[in-house]
């Protein structure tokens, strides 16, 4: 009888044993390896719990840094084009006035700004860095002294080296051309108007179109209005950059 409960016992005992002995204080090495796996199983999903959080707290930290970075660049960018900007606006203020610009065009040169087409306007009054272009009065004023000077040649064509260089053009010339007459005081009398209208392209344009007799003559001009041309032209279109670079930006 004593050989069957024990064997019962026996048996039976892992179903058992370890509640019977954790009730009465003691752990068998079942029971304690099996607390010590569970143990380790809570420290191992506290441990993975605690660099999860610390992970999280690492990628929140690195957003907020990009983002920090992505804003200093952003202002750098916008620093550096407003700087870019300013050079080209200090250009054009001086442009407007016949003064010397050597040193805000070697600026706008030395700033790394994108030219675009506004280049071939730069470099057509580069000449006149060191002089300054002259003024849409004072060209009007010179234009006005050179037609007078034409207007009296063509009244005295013998008393003056524009009547003598007429002369010797017409004798020079063949016969045919020499009916046809010569539309220069026209065309100056054309310019002249055009300059009134303050149509100073037009003016260029209208003069670029005489006869070899007086071209000479206005040659110092052309070059000198269609400086004037070009400075007001690159003044106005940095007048539209500036103005839609401080545009506001459109709300979302």
């Known amino acids: 009888m004593l050989a069957v409960v024990a064997l019962a016992v026996a048996v039976t005992a892992p179903f058992w044993e370890d509640s019977v002995l954790s009730a009465i204080g003691m ?40 983002a920090a970075f992505t804003a200093a660049m952003q202002r750098a960018d916008a620093s550096a084009t407003l700087i870019r900007t300013m050079t080209l606006v200090r250009l054009s203020d001086t442009l407007r006035r016949p003064m010397p610009f050597t040193a805000e065009l070697a600026v706008v040169r030395a700033s790394g700004t994108d030219l675009g087409d506004l280049k071939p306007l730069l470099d057509q009054i580069e000449p006149y860095a060191n002089t300054g272009i002259p003024g849409a009065t004072q060209l009007r004023q010179e234009f006005r002294t050179l037609l007078d000077q034409v207007a009296r040649a063509e009244r005295t064509p013998n008393g003056s080296w524009f009547g003598n260089l007429a002369t010797w053009v017409r004798l020079r010339s063949p016969a045919p051309a020499q009916a046809a007459s010569d539309p220069s005081l026209d065309l100056l009398q054309s310019a002249s108007a055009r300059l009134a209208d303050i149509d100073m392209a037009g003016a260029v344009e209208q003069t670029r179109q005489i006869s070899d007799v ?39």
Do not use: C, H, N
């Open 214 to 252: 007086y071209r000479p003559l206005f040659a110092t001009w052309i070059d000198d209005a269609q400086a004037r041309v070009a400075a007001d032209t690159l003044a106005d279109r940095v007048s539209d950059m500036v103005t839609k670079a401080l545009r506001p930006a459109p709300s979302k």
């Open 27 to 66: 752990r068998t090495p079942a029971g304690r390896a099996a607390e010590q796996s569970t143990l380790a199983a809570l420290r191992q999903e506290r441990r993975i719990e605690d660099i999860s959080q610390r992970l999280a707290a690492a990628m929140t930290q690195m957003t907020k840094q990009q």
